[in-house]
């Protein structure tokens, strides 16, 4: 009984990995594809992730009736709860509002395998901030893991930072300002992804509902992006104006990694987060070059065998005991 629990549960973790990697590569992806024709978005980036924001919020609310037993007995508990459990999620909210607009804005000025790489520079912030906060050392091994890990992204975009002519010859490519970007999304991704488990785990909300936690997650993550619409001269009225079936495919693939990573979050940490995001590169490397024709260099390519290799070095005793 518990061997076979045991295999159950592995077969989750597999899953969630898996759909979660696949759910990164297709961020970047859909935001090419959502684009008009001359490369510019016609919708605002805001109001893609307030919508979702509000699914996540109203599938969150979903299964905390049905965990409750009933709408009635989920919103007594909810009332119950102090105001400052609802503000202690703010900081993330906000923090992962803004990065998810740099994951679209990114896609301006690099192809979106190129970002997959280059995104990867988080793994050492946050795996710095997150031995900082939770003061659990990691070994030797998965150290040289994440060096090598951080090694293959730097290497996966060097060859094409100022190559002006990438994208018309259709090789992956990156403007310079692009690398600015990257810099500002891996620091800001450090801060909410580790203070965001920390919550989670904390004395405070970890014997709470996953989805009471999400609930106060999404909700002010609804109303910052509305208020960022509204600030970028959008109106309550057009918040759909400019979407096509791309961009509404987008909203689902942001609002399904959402849930995704919040179970990552109560079954594995922010290591195994970083691992699943490098892991997309595979996923978005396949799909840039059949839907967009960018063929990958050489240092993509070995970028590609770097992050095997840190990988399976991270995880080496996993395996071994497989």
């Known amino acids: 009984g518990a061997a076979r629990m045991s295999c159950g549960t592995f077969f989750v973790k597999v899953v969630l990995f898996v759909v979660a990697s696949l759910c990164y590569a297709l961020l970047g992806i859909l935001s090419q594809l959502s684009k008009a024709p001359d490369g510019s978005y016609e919708y605002s980036l805001p109001s893609v992730i307030l919508w979702a924001e509000a699914i996540k919020l109203l599938l969150s609310m979903f299964f905390f009736a049905s965990e409750c037993g009933s709408m009635a007995l989920a919103t007594q508990k909810l009332i119950r709860n102090p105001v400052t459990n609802l503000v202690a999620f703010a900081v993330p909210s906000a923090l992962y509002s803004v990065n998810n607009w740099l994951d679209m804005f990114n896609n301006k000025f690099m192809d979106p395998a190129t970002e997959q790489v280059l995104v990867q520079g988080k793994i050492f912030t946050t795996a710095l901030v997150w031995w900082a906060v939770f003061r659990q050392p990691l ?184």
């Not at 091994?141 to 992204?153: E, H, N, P, Q, S």
């Open 139 to 322: 070994l030797f091994r998965k150290w040289i893991a994440l060096l090598l890990l951080f090694v293959g992204t730097v290497c996966g975009g060097w060859g094409s930072v100022g190559n002006p002519d990438g994208k018309a010859k259709h090789q992956m490519y990156i403007e310079p300002v692009g690398v600015a970007l990257v810099m500002l999304y891996t620091l800001i991704s450090a801060c909410a992804g580790v203070y965001n488990e920390w919550l989670y785990k904390s004395a405070l909300f970890q014997a709470e509902s996953i989805h009471a936690c999400n609930m106060r997650l999404y909700s002010i993550g609804c109303l910052f992006n509305l208020v960022a619409h509204i600030s970028n001269g959008g109106t309550a009225g057009g918040l759909l104006q400019g979407f096509n079936g791309y961009t509404w495919a987008l909203v689902a693939t942001y609002a399904l990694m959402g849930l995704l990573i919040a179970q990552v979050m109560k079954l594995f940490d922010n290591i195994i987060k970083l691992f699943i995001s490098g892991s997309s590169m595979y996923v978005s490397a396949c799909l840039s070059w059949v839907l967009f024709g960018y063929r990958p260099t050489s240092n993509f390519l070995a970028a590609l065998v770097l992050v095997t290799a840190a990988l399976t070095l991270y995880n080496w005793e996993k395996i071994a005991a497989l």
